[in-house]
């Protein structure tokens, strides 16, 4: 080993290594053929090691929808052309609200899912097992009534027994899409929002979203309503 490179390698290690170990390396480097009393050990080789592969799979913490459901909403927030399979799904949905659970009320609703990004909500339809929900890509709030902009938001209505197809109904125009106040629980534009308890409204006639879910109705009322937080 040229001067240069003990000088710059090895002296800086020379206050941990002890005299006798020092003397004798410096020895061992200028004359190899040189028996010295301290055990010198050849550079260990590193063999790399194939961890196992993490069998991550998707948790799925609702009572209304499957995970072909979660697969269909992960790929409708990425702006997926095609959905995405059931491994695929790269989010997190943290359960925040279960009606039949905490209760249908919109104070209920404020109190567990305010100023949390990225929510969906979903509700089962009394009657007629129909699932319909929508993403909003911001936060929820319960000041005084409020409009916000975005052209993330969407809803939706999911493939059940009674309907082939999912719908994804998106955004039209951004303004005044997601609403927010105390009195209300999830507003979609004016074409789907949460009344006081078990009701919701839907009409379609208001320009918000682009595709029709189901028939207007003014009082929805629902069996079943949950919240996640995507995460």
Not at 109 to 130: Q, R, W
């Amino acid at each position: 080993m040229p001067g240069k490179d003990i000088a710059i390698k090895v002296n800086p290690y020379r206050q941990i290594l002890g005299s006798n170990l020092w003397n004798d390396i410096s020895l061992k480097i200028m004359a190899p053929d040189i028996s010295v009393s301290s055990t010198i050990l050849p550079a260990r080789k590193k063999i790399p090691v194939q961890l196992p592969v993490r069998d991550v799979r998707f948790v799925n913490p609702s009572s209304i929808i499957n995970d072909e459901h979660f697969a269909e909403i992960s790929s409708w927030i990425d702006r997926r052309p095609s959905k995405y399979e059931i491994t695929e799904i790269s989010y997190k949905f943290n359960l925040l609200l279960r009606g039949s659970r905490d209760g249908f009320t919109c104070k209920i609703f404020h109190k567990l899912c305010d100023n949390l990004p990225g929510t969906v909500a979903i509700i089962k339809v009394n009657g007629t097992n129909e699932i319909l929900g929508g993403y909003n890509p911001l936060v929820w709030t319960s000041d005084q009534f409020k409009w916000f902009a975005t052209t993330d938001s969407f809803i939706f209505s999911l493939k059940t027994q009674n309907l082939p197809n999912s719908i994804l109904s998106k955004i039209i125009h951004a303004d005044n899409v997601i609403g927010c106040y105390s009195g209300y629980g999830p507003v979609f534009g004016g074409s789907f929002y949460m009344k006081n308890g078990n009701r919701w409204d839907y009409y379609h006639n208001t320009g918000c979203y682009e595709k029709r879910l189901r028939s207007d109705e003014p009082n929805l009322f629902i069996d079943e309503f949950e919240v996640f937080q995507v995460l």
